[in-house]
């Protein structure tokens, strides 16, 4: 079995929200650990993002639930409705990637 960190899943960064998000992503760490060597569910991330890493906004959809959560102080979670609303900002205003 293949260790997941060496991975092209884990290399190309595509999951880090995901995968460093501690209880949103339990199930899909769950999952992996199912398919691939694993450090257990709760692994350590290989370069070192702590948990909690959002990573960086694609578009203000992004910001303004990282504005939200912020204020709330993560009290308030995201329904249907936010994560709707954070991709069609995120589609509507999108932010330069790479400059």
């Not at 929200?17 to 899909?28: F, K, N, P, V, Y």
């Not at 900002?89 to 330069?96: H, Q, S």
Request: glycine fraction near 12%.
């Amino acid at each position: 079995m293949d260790k997941f960190t060496k991975s092209d899943h884990c290399r190309s960064h595509a999951h880090c929200r995901t995968c460093r998000d501690r209880e949103g992503g339990h199930r899909w760490r769950e999952q992996i650990a199912a398919h691939f060597e694993t450090d257990g569910v709760d692994w350590p991330c290989p370069d070192g993002l702590p948990w909690g890493y959002e990573g960086k906004s694609k578009g203000l959809g992004d910001t303004v639930a990282k504005v939200i959560k912020k204020v709330t102080r993560g009290r308030v979670k995201p329904c249907g409705g936010c994560r709707k609303r954070q991709r069609r900002l995120n589609r509507l205003v999108p932010y330069r990637q790479g400059v």
